[in-house]
């Protein structure tokens, strides 16, 4: 690999600093990313003839060059460790779409269940982007007009290894939360429930102008579904009537007494962590699930022996 | 005696004790605060020493040091009030109480050291004599039961726990709607005790509310669970540090598995480790905190309507169309119809359909609409991956369910169903289809024929082989090959049999006719047979091989066996001396149809029904047929003696009822330091025909007892062999003989951990290896709480275990309302050596006196030392000594009121000696766990009004009345006891039958058992008898009390006074 000329006077030597715990590709040769969606933004960026730098690119993210990635909406920033020992600053700009291209999206994908669902559990639903072309749109940026990148190396070429090293983990985080795109596109989770749950009145004639207003955040009490998170806890004095205080006249019926409670080794093991799918930017050396399908198969049997009463 | 509490100060799980306290409680005057606000010790708190020998008894290390906290307690008048009148008599005031704070000294434990202990208290009210669990500690271990069940369930996360100066790596709960709901009922039921503990140093009652409380703890116990299984514990802290690893999360994971649960790591690092698990975990969050369970509900075709025409015409078109009798294949289209279901209400479900918008009026409409929105989009969407006829149902807008076929329902009940069911959405499936057992279903059944009518007597047994032909059938229709083959081409996977759905899949059928092809015939042992009949089923080329289609007489003998009827009704054996009730003729003969096939018998009959005079007539019986046979081979030999072993308590009262009941037959007591060894046993055990012995020495003498031949063996109070680890199981088991029977009271169906051993005993095999039982009947009923299994287990026990219950009039009409039952006791070696010089003493005394008024003093001073001395050591010598393992009649009486209390049954105690019926309330509260009224002389009206009301009430748990006789014998009523016991006796019948009156009266509505304890050998048996003799004659006589005795010479006294080897139990 050749070493290039900078503007500052100085030569790049090829091989950057070392990273030790790093956010590691969990890809480790070939293709990077499995679905189609995360392939779309890849395409883009190969589609931008980088050359060895896309390589470099790649060989930088399966190293761990990159030591963090912070998603905003819209945006992108990243830490990426070059040769230089200060890392550099990688920004990617998306651009987002206006309230209006919103709206007529949200028609769209309301008479269609199946996008939101597929959305909501982790999937891009395979023919969302015709939907987004039908309305002249289109979902992952094509163009170097939809994306604006930024790195602070002294390479000329934009987008440079840096930003294709991160380019590539955001495709693995594609991979994993398709939502990704939406927000960069400028529209959160929240906001797009509201878009989709607006749409989901086929009665309503007037569907459009009641999406319409998307420039307002929702207000952020409203953000979780039904969670209850044990909010700031409100004391509970305890009782003065002895009977009551001690158990001895118990409140609830037989009924109610713990005997609903089983204890089941599920026949699939860890099917709770399979459901959440990867871990975000995960840079461990173990693949996470597996080492938890280890750890729920081994813990089962204790938890049923705790149930009986017969841990030894 | 010793109550055991329990709590958490912060993440420190304490336990500490109450204790009845040995000084005064000073009293405060009431409304004057004391300016100095001292905390003050808790007067009932049991002390360092008191808990840490409590721990070492209940096998957790007892550490050096114990703390002291506070303890808030409603407190009335300076005086907190205790948690038991077992402590204290909780004062009767009208005050309100306040909270305030006392010291206690509280054991810390480990969270590891807390759940072993818990496990030990699980549902236990009682861990040891005098060791009690109080309610919250009981409260604890149910909160423990629900973190195993998670952790067996799988449902936790890994998780990361920001501290105020550390990050841990913890084991998160996820507690998806029922867990929820199961948390939320647990913190309903914590008893405010369990969260009363605060440090020293605070000022103000704790108040953290108790679902918080419950679930922290949840969430440390299951931590500890998880960690504990997966422990590296050969890495050192040393290892964990944050250099050998490569990223957080290599830290994190090594974290996970370590003992404390430190990430090291960048600051940054962690706070980012914290948020992005958060975020991994959110789309869980959305489906675990809906108040609904999204659900699918398979729906079957609409029956067609019923044409008007006669039913055999349509029969016959069906049978065209198919050709099959009795089958069809309907056409019509099937619905899964997507529902959502209330966790709280799980009967209320709702339509999916109505969901999207919710209309006014519906319970949905409680709930933001964008959020349930979300739900049914995430839960459809999850769905739409595992089912493709899902994903194409939301192709249209507002999705409400789908329609289907018939190969496709088969397909989603065998396939979508189990996945969608897996992955967290609630199933909703028809009957047919979900009931495992009893579905109907193809299978492969044994068809046996017995040629003869049954015959007894007729010397066939159990291992007789017999053969047979294979069947297959489907439920109980047997199908020939032609059918079958018909079956097959059908190529419908699910098909109506006689109007009902069932599954005959191509690989069943196939299997089938495989089966058919390789197997026409079969060899089994008749024992084996058995095994079919009883539903101990096997699987065979995946063909389910069960039940049997049994003719002739084995198909009789299995019916017989089953219903436990038919079976030929004996008379009274020639040599039984006593008459039995009908139901005792029936259970009699029961024993002997069983010991004729040499199939071992659990007579598990209620308390009171007379299981010893059922056995006894059994071995009588056996005696004669076999003294029969033998004479008819070779005419005289020695016949096999049998081995009874029971309990040492009971060992006189066998002797007593077998002198009463079988007088011919002679009986052995193998027992006490004097009892024959080896050869010289062997030989005295063969010329009798009754041994009895005792558990202890089954497992010490079993050498020898071995040896011996038996023609029986018979287990009384057969749950002491419930654990099949110990010797006197292992012991009981390795016994030859020619049949077995186990005797107990207590529900032993229902122990369902208990039944293994002793159905090994009985029958070995029948239930499998010990560990094949636990996987496949133990831990499916406790744990799974398995109905099929439960079902399944009685199907194969059922056969075995006779028990009938007193209330159960439908099968005994015939047992009179009043049972009177004398229970010989033994004594204790002290006990003897005590009356022996008791004895002594008054001899000589005797011999002394003079005629009159000071002879008489002697005689009835002598009647009630040795009184005492057969009640109680203690009570003799008056020194409060200490009360368990002393006395014959106390150990009787507990063994008796344990199975009483198992039954849930209420007994009276009487007692005509006040310091006896206080010492009997002290430890029988001991035993038991909970409050023993008393009442004796000095008890005021008001107070023993209050004392009846409460046990008649039965809204407290209060099985137990300890009565003087002279305070309690008359007037008053009990009819809520349906067992009275006369501990001593007033040697005055009229007297004890007003005393057992108490019980015995209008209102009773269940049958009285009355037990009059006698030591045998000792001057109450004497007694006993003189009245026996004399109660018809001349009640006046001696119906009098028992000024009589002083009329008796020296000589005749000195025999009825005398202590006959018998008397000693050890």
């Known amino acids: 690999m050749a070493a290039y000329w900078n503007g500052y006077g100085y030569y790049e030597p090829t091989k950057p600093i070392e990273v030790k715990g790093g956010i590691k590709a969990q890809s480790k040769r070939g293709s990077f990313v499995k679905s189609w969606w995360a392939k779309r933004w890849i395409e883009t960026l190969e589609s931008f003839n980088l050359g060895a730098r896309l390589s470099r690119g790649k060989s930088y993210a399966r190293k761990g060059q990159v030591t963090s990635i912070k998603i905003e909406t819209g945006f992108v920033r990243a830490k990426v460790q070059g040769s230089d020992p200060k890392p550099y600053s990688v920004t990617i700009k998306v651009r987002t779409l206006t309230g209006s291209e919103w709206e007529l999206l949200a028609e769209k994908l309301a008479l269609k269940p199946i996008f939101a669902a597929k959305l909501l559990a982790g999937e891009m639903p395979a023919d969302i982007d015709s939907s987004f072309r039908e309305i002249g749109l289109s979902l992952f940026p094509e163009t170097l007009d939809d994306l604006e990148t930024d790195c602070s190396c002294p390479d000329w070429s934009n987008p440079c290894k840096h930003i294709a090293a991160v380019y590539y983990l955001l495709g693995e985080e594609f991979d994993r939360d398709p939502f990704l795109i939406f927000k960069l596109r400028g529209v959160d989770m929240d906001d797009f429930m509201s878009i989709i749950g607006k749409g989901f009145v086929p009665e309503t004639v007037d569907r459009v102008a009641e999406v319409g207003v998307l420039t307002e955040r929702p207000d952020d009490k409203t953000r979780t579904a039904f969670e209850a998170e044990i909010s700031p806890v409100s004391p509970e004095l305890l009782p003065l009537d002895p009977e009551v205080f001690w158990g001895r006249l118990p409140e609830y019926t037989e009924e109610e007494k713990i005997c609903s409670i089983e204890a089941h080794i599920p026949p699939v093991p860890a099917a709770l962590p399979k459901r959440l799918g990867k871990f975000p930017f995960w840079c461990g050396e173990e693949d996470l699930l597996e080492s938890l399908e280890k750890i729920y198969k081994r813990a089962s049997p204790a938890g049923v022996m705790v149930f009986l009463g017969e841990r030894k | ?1066």
Request: net charge neutral; proline share 5%; hydrophobic share 40%.
């Open chain 2, 1 to 1066: 005696m010793i109550i055991l509490h329990a709590g958490r100060v912060g993440k420190q799980f304490f336990l500490w004790g109450e204790s009845p306290s040995e000084n005064e409680i000073p009293l405060v005057r009431r409304g004057r605060k004391p300016k100095n606000p001292i905390v003050k010790p808790y007067p009932y708190d049991s002390g360092f020493e008191n808990l840490s020998s409590t721990l070492e008894l209940l096998g957790i290390n007892g550490r050096k040091m114990a703390e002291k906290i506070n303890v808030w307690v409603p407190t009335v008048g300076g005086i907190p009030l205790p948690s038991s009148p077992l402590v204290a008599e909780i004062p009767d005031s009208k005050a309100e109480p306040s909270l305030a704070p006392w010291t206690v000294h509280a054991y810390p434990l480990e969270t590891e050291e807390a759940i072993l202990l818990l496990c030990t208290c699980m549902g236990k009210r009682v861990l040891a004599p005098g060791i009690i669990s109080g309610n919250d500690l009981l409260w604890w271990a149910d909160a423990l039961k629900f973190a195993g069940s998670l952790v067996a369930g799988q449902k936790y996360l890994p998780g990361v726990r920001v501290g105020e100066e550390e990050y841990r790596a913890f084991w998160e709960p996820v507690f998806s709607g029922e867990d929820a709901g199961e948390l939320a009922k647990l913190a309903k039921q914590m008893p405010p005790a369990a969260r009363a503990l605060a440090p020293e140093a605070s000022s103000m009652p704790p108040e953290m509310p108790a679902a918080l409380v419950a679930r922290q703890f949840i969430e440390d116990a299951l931590d500890q669970i998880v960690r504990s299984e997966i422990g590296e514990k050969k890495l050192s802290k040393e290892t964990h540090k944050r250099k050998s690893f490569d990223s957080i999360h290599d830290a994190w994971v090594s974290a996970l598995k370590s003992p404390e649960g430190l990430i090291y790591g960048d600051e940054k690092e962690l706070l980012q480790l914290a948020s992005r698990s958060r975020e991994w975990q959110r789309p869980l969050k959305v489906l675990t905190t809906s108040p609904f369970r999204f659900c699918f509900r398979l729906e079957e075709p609409a029956v067609e309507e019923e044409l008007e025409e006669p039913e055999a015409g349509r029969r016959d078109t069906k049978k065209s169309r198919e050709g099959i009798a009795d089958i069809e294949v309907p056409e019509g289209l099937w619905y899964v119809r997507y529902l959502l279901q209330s966790y709280e209400d799980p009967s209320l479900l709702i339509p999916v359909k109505e969901a999207w918008k919710p209309k006014k009026g519906s319970p949905l409409k409680k709930y933001d609409v964008k959020n349930i929105r979300q739900f049914l989009l995430s839960s459809l969407g999850q769905a739409s991956s595992i089912s493709a006829e899902i994903a194409f149902s939301l192709e249209a807008p507002n999705p409400s369910g789908y329609s289907l076929d018939t190969k496709e329902a088969y397909r989603f009940l065998t396939e979508s169903a189990a996945n969608l069911s897996q992955a967290g959405f609630g199933l909703l499936l028809p009957g047919w289809w979900t009931r495992k057992g009893t579905k109907t279903h193809l299978k492969a059944q044994a068809k046996v024929k017995g040629k003869k009518e049954l015959q007894a007597g007729s010397g066939l047994t159990l291992e007789k082989i017999v053969s047979f032909d294979w069947e297959i059938a489907l439920g109980d229709r047997v199908l020939t090959v032609r059918e079958l083959q018909a079956l097959a081409k059908l190529k419908a996977p699910l098909v109506k049999f006689r109007g009902q759905w069932v599954e005959v899949n191509d690989a069943e059928i196939r299997a089938a006719l495989d089966f058919w092809k390789k197997n026409p015939q079969g060899e089994a042992s008749l024992r084996d047979v058995l095994k079919m009949a009883v539903g101990a089923s096997e699987k065979a080329n995946g063909l389910d091989v069960e039940g049997l289609n049994a003719a002739g007489w084995i198909g009789e003998l299995i019916s017989r066996l089953k219903d436990k009827s038919g079976f030929e009704e004996l008379p009274a054996p020639s040599g039984f001396s006593g008459t039995l009730r009908p139901y005792q003729f029936r259970g009699y003969s029961w024993l002997a149809f069983l010991r004729q096939w040499g199939i071992g018998a659990c007579l598990a009959d209620d308390m009171g029904l007379g299981k010893t005079v059922q056995t006894l007539a059994l071995i009588q019986h056996d005696m004669e047929q076999v003294k029969e046979q033998v004479e008819k081979v070779d005419g005289h030999k020695n016949q096999k003696p049998v081995l009874l072993v029971c309990p040492t308590s009971v060992i006189n009262n066998w002797k007593k009822e077998a002198a009463r009941f079988t007088p011919e037959l002679s009986v052995m007591v193998h027992h006490g330091t004097s009892r024959k060894k080896k050869e010289e046993f062997t030989t005295e055990a063969l010329s009798h025909a009754i041994v009895i012995s005792s558990y202890g020495l089954l497992q010490r003498d079993l050498e020898f007892l071995k040896g011996v031949s038996w023609a029986g063996v018979v287990l009384d109070e057969a749950q002491n062999i419930k654990n099949p680890e110990t010797k006197q199981a292992k012991a009981a088991r390795a016994l030859e003989a020619d049949y077995r029977i186990a005797l107990t009271g207590t529900p032993v169906e229902n122990n369902v951990g208990d039944l293994w051993s002793i159905m090994e005993f009985l029958n070995p095999g029948f239930l499998g290896s010990q560990a094949g039982f636990k996987r496949n009947f133990f831990i499916p009923i406790q744990a799974e709480r398995d109905p099929e299994a439960a079902r399944r287990l009685k199907e194969i026990t059922g056969p075995f275990i006779l028990r009938r219950l007193k209330t159960d009039t439908s099968i005994i009409s015939d047992l009179p309302e009043k049972i009177e039952m004398k229970t010989y006791c033994t004594l204790t070696k002290e006990q003897a050596s005590l009356y022996a010089a008791v004895l002594e003493d008054i001899g000589d005394a005797m011999e002394e006196a003079e005629e009159g008024i000071q002879r008489k003093g002697i005689i009835l001073s002598a009647l009630t030392r040795l009184k005492q001395v057969c009640n109680h050591p203690a009570q003799f010598l008056k020194d409060n000594s200490a009360v368990p393992g002393r006395s014959g009649k106390v150990a009787r009486l507990t063994e008796i009121l344990d199975t009483v209390l198992e039954n849930g049954e209420k007994a009276l105690v009487f007692t005509q000696f006040a310091e006896m019926g206080r010492m009997l309330k002290e430890h029988l509260q001991a035993s038991f766990g909970c409050e023993v009224l008393f009442l004796h002389g000095e008890v005021p009206r008001k107070q023993r009004d209050r004392m009846i009301e409460r046990f008649q009430e039965g809204k407290e748990y209060l099985p137990i009345f300890v009565l003087s006789l002279k305070a309690g014998g008359t007037g008053l009523n009990l009819t809520g006891a349906n067992h009275v016991f006369h501990f001593d006796r007033w040697w005055n019948p009229a007297v004890e039958n007003q005393a057992t009156d108490r019980a015995f009266r209008i209102g009773q509505t269940k049958n009285v058992g009355v037990h009059k304890f006698i030591c045998a050998g000792t001057l109450e048996e004497k007694i006993d008898e003189i009245i026996e003799r004399k109660v018809e004659v001349a009640e006046n006589v001696v119906g009098t009390g028992e000024g009589w005795l002083t009329e008796l010479s020296n000589d005749e006294l000195k025999d009825i006074f005398a202590l006959r080897e018998e008397a000693v139990g050890e």
